[in-house]
């Protein structure tokens, strides 16, 4: 849901945290991200980092548009009754600008990372200029047309995806193929919001995989064409998801679908990836690694 300055905390913190139990052992940490904007900045950046603790399991809180001494306040108060709630420091990754704000919530009981002050100001010294240090700045709408093409990106993903349109593929960028449930439609998306790629995808089907040769609309696009691919195990379990107890689900079709279009990929020298385990940006970050492309947005 899209959050306004006036939306309350309540509404966008996750709700399971107050079906937590008081007092609870450190293997849940909670995480705060703190913003006088979207909180996006502070999610990313946070989130980068979190990630390289797999062994930790996080409970994750944004509060955005923090951007008053008073939501300080708030803001304080709540990281202090979540450290009491789940016996443990809560961590708490911040963008916020205003020197007012950030001194109110320095006083939390959270261990504090100031994104914009542990990594602006040494690059400030560094490159001897001042930066744009105002609200808001990292995610306003700049006058150089990236918001336009991310935008003109992410509808041509929606346009284009699991082969509703094929006639349109000339303007791609890149083409996803890959079996049903192979995460073909988030990486589209995530390509086009992150890197202003223009990527449809198309499904192979069963159909497509009773032939050695690609489908038309793919053979005219070849050289933008890039592969998924997915352990049968975990296709498997994402289809029981969708279509219980059905033969699309089954661990045998999935099998077959799997070893049938990587053959198909190795056959037509089309490069491809695992996409199990894998986040999506990881995926997405392989996917340019592989191909050589290069965003788009400047």
């Avoid at 996080?58 to 708030?74: G, N, Q, R, W």
């Amino acid at each position: 849901m899209p959050y306004s300055v006036d939306t309350p905390w309540s509404s966008i913190k996750p709700t399971s945290i107050n079906d937590l139990e008081p007092n609870m052992t450190s293997e849940i940490r909670p995480v705060f991200f703190i913003s006088d904007g979207t909180g996006l900045t502070a999610e990313g950046l946070g989130q980068a980092l979190l990630s390289q603790f797999d062994t930790v399991t996080f409970e994750k809180i944004t509060l955005p548009y923090v951007d008053s001494v008073e939501k300080a306040k708030k803001a304080v108060a709540e990281i202090n009754a979540t450290g009491v709630q789940f016996g443990v420091t809560p961590i708490v990754f911040d963008t916020i600008v205003n020197q007012e704000v950030r001194d109110v919530l320095s006083h939390c009981e959270g261990f504090l990372v100031d994104i914009f002050q542990t990594f602006l100001k040494p690059l400030e010294r560094e490159l001897g200029k001042s930066s744009n240090y105002s609200v808001g700045v990292s995610h306003a709408v700049a006058p150089d047309g990236q918001y336009s093409r991310r935008i003109d990106a992410i509808n041509f993903a929606l346009d284009n995806d699991d082969g509703a349109r094929i006639r349109y593929y000339d303007q791609a960028d890149l083409v996803l193929v890959g079996v049903s449930r192979s995460g073909k439609t988030p990486t589209s998306l995530y390509l086009a919001m992150q890197y202003g790629l223009k990527v449809a995808n198309y499904p192979i089907t069963e159909d497509d995989l009773d032939d050695d040769a690609l489908p038309d609309i793919l053979r005219k696009h070849k050289g933008k064409l890039f592969g998924l691919t997915i352990d049968p195990e975990r296709l498997q379990a994402i289809r029981e998801m969708r279509r219980p107890d059905s033969r699309y689900a089954s661990l045998r079709q999935c099998q077959f679908e799997v070893k049938e279009v990587e053959a198909l990929y190795r056959r037509h020298a089309i490069p491809f990836l695992s996409t199990t385990d894998r986040s999506v940006e990881e995926i997405s970050g392989r996917i340019l690694q592989m191909t050589g492309k290069r965003k788009t947005l400047r």
